[in-house]
């Protein structure tokens, strides 16, 4: 493609010492190897769903206009091709090209794929693209999922979650035992060693089960998609949260696919989904701000976490790490490799951006 662009270039410029062009010389000198390459995409969110839905399109759409339609990129929503989890092994059997989706869905398949998702107390948004990109996380993601006939790009980030909306406020650790939450991922696994009980419920029958008592809790992700959901009408108290700080979003391709592409495609897919990476993070950031206003315009009540429920919880995470690592291998040996980026991150974060936010809004 950059060859094309130097050519194209090249012959304008040509054109222009000749003493002007007209359209049919431009095209003369225009070479177009007639490459048609279509990829089948698919995700785990409903079609046009907001920000993550919307960004997978827009990427489409910028991957087509990049390539002058050489590219082009058919997005199925969830359940139109393949079930909303099934696009991970449809992907890796090569069923459909990429998939759209977060990597804590898949720690069934491997454990250590929830530590690519984020884990709870860990990276921010920006803490987690700077171990992923310089940090030595995509290589290591693309090692494991590499053994599943894939690859993996960044496709997003839903930066910092909320903790959970609750019918009942929560004053103390023995509040939250025996209440069901639908939490899923290492979150959920903390908050049972807190007492709570983790139900997994698929998204369209939340809002019903918490109207219902049948759960008195859930999370979802932060304001701009929970308002949607519509849970600030039938649980009040909405928690700040430490369990998803930067959930990673991924664009992932199938291995052998990605491994035919010329080289000038895959630079292309890559720097546009580093593109659609960026922006959803500030999509979020756009869009949270507006609807936390509207949600306090609703009388919700903004909580954060009693100090006993947040030292509980850090202790539990230390338990989750040890029995996780204990069982696999993979996430013992990620678990090494992500503590000390993450570490060394917290002391610089704490020093720059946390210090600069209570001189801000203290
Ligand atoms: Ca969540």
């Given at each position: 493609?950059?060859?094309?662009?130097?050519?194209?270039?090249?012959?304008?410029?040509?054109?222009?010492?000749?003493?002007?062009?007209?359209?049919e010389?431009?095209?003369?000198?225009?070479?177009?190897?007639?490459?048609?390459?279509?990829?089948?995409?698919?995700?785990s969110?409903?079609?046009?769903?907001?920000?993550?839905?919307?960004?997978?399109?827009?990427?489409?759409?910028?991957?087509?206009?990049?390539?002058?339609?050489?590219?082009?990129?058919?997005?199925f929503?969830?359940?139109l091709?393949?079930?909303?989890?099934g696009?991970?092994?449809?992907?890796?059997?090569?069923?459909?090209?990429?998939?759209?989706?977060?990597?804590?869905?898949?720690?069934?398949k491997?454990?250590?794929?929830?530590l690519?998702?984020?884990?709870?107390?860990?990276?921010?948004?920006?803490?987690?693209?700077?171990?992923?990109?310089?940090?030595?996380?995509?290589?290591?993601?693309?090692?494991?999922?590499?053994?599943?006939?894939?690859?993996?790009?960044?496709g997003?980030?839903?930066?910092?979650?909320?903790?959970?909306?609750?019918?009942?406020?929560?004053?103390?650790?023995?509040?939250?035992?025996?209440?069901?939450?639908?939490?899923?991922?290492?979150?959920?696994?903390?908050?049972?060693?807190?007492?709570i009980n983790?139900?997994?419920?698929p998204?369209?029958?939340?809002?019903?089960a918490?109207?219902?008592?049948?759960i008195?809790?859930?999370?979802?992700?932060?304001?701009?998609?929970?308002?949607?959901?519509?849970?600030?009408k039938?649980?009040?108290y909405?928690?700040?949260?430490?369990h998803?700080?930067?959930?990673v979003?991924?664009?992932?391709?199938?291995?052998?696919f990605?491994?035919?592409?010329?080289?000038?495609i895959?630079?292309?897919i890559?720097?546009?989904?580093?593109?659609?990476n960026?922006k959803m993070?500030?999509?979020?950031?756009?869009?949270?701000?507006?609807?936390?206003?509207?949600?306090?315009?609703?009388?919700v009540?903004?909580?954060?976490w009693?100090?006993?429920?947040?030292?509980?919880?850090?202790?539990?995470?230390?338990?989750?790490?040890?029995?996780?690592?204990?069982k696999?291998e993979?996430?013992?040996?990620?678990?090494?490799?992500?503590?000390?980026?993450?570490?060394?991150?917290r002391?610089?974060t704490?020093?720059?951006l946390?210090?600069?936010?209570?001189?801000?809004?203290g």
């Amino acid at each position: 493609m950059q060859r094309r662009v130097f050519l194209t270039t090249s012959a304008l410029l040509g054109a222009s010492l000749l003493g002007g062009c007209k359209r049919e010389e431009k095209k003369s000198f225009y070479i177009n190897r007639g490459r048609k390459i279509e990829i089948k995409l698919a995700t785990s969110w409903p079609a046009n769903f907001p920000i993550m839905g919307e960004g997978v399109e827009e990427f489409a759409k910028r991957v087509a206009q990049a390539s002058n339609n050489e590219v082009i990129i058919k997005v199925f929503g969830k359940n139109l091709l393949v079930p909303a989890l099934g696009v991970f092994d449809a992907c890796s059997a090569g069923q459909i090209q990429a998939f759209h989706s977060g990597p804590y869905y898949w720690k069934g398949k491997n454990a250590a794929f929830s530590l690519f998702g984020g884990f709870p107390f860990g990276f921010t948004s920006n803490e987690m693209n700077a171990w992923m990109m310089y940090g030595g996380g995509l290589e290591l993601w693309r090692e494991l999922y590499g053994k599943y006939n894939l690859y993996p790009l960044l496709g997003g980030n839903t930066d910092v979650q909320m903790g959970g909306w609750f019918r009942k406020e929560i004053k103390s650790l023995q509040d939250l035992q025996g209440l069901k939450m639908r939490i899923p991922g290492l979150g959920g696994e903390v908050m049972a060693k807190l007492g709570i009980n983790p139900v997994l419920l698929p998204a369209g029958e939340i809002y019903t089960a918490l109207d219902r008592g049948t759960i008195d809790a859930t999370e979802w992700v932060g304001p701009a998609l929970d308002i949607k959901m519509g849970f600030y009408k039938v649980a009040k108290y909405y928690y700040s949260g430490f369990h998803e700080p930067g959930s990673v979003l991924e664009l992932t391709f199938n291995k052998r696919f990605w491994d035919t592409l010329p080289q000038e495609i895959q630079t292309l897919i890559t720097s546009l989904a580093n593109e659609m990476n960026a922006k959803m993070v500030y999509n979020f950031q756009d869009k949270n701000a507006k609807a936390l206003q509207q949600l306090k315009k609703f009388g919700v009540k903004l909580k954060e976490w009693p100090d006993e429920i947040v030292k509980a919880a850090k202790e539990a995470l230390f338990k989750v790490i040890e029995e996780q690592s204990s069982k696999s291998e993979d996430f013992k040996k990620l678990w090494q490799q992500i503590e000390p980026y993450w570490m060394q991150n917290r002391a610089w974060t704490k020093l720059g951006l946390k210090n600069y936010l209570k001189m801000r809004d203290g």
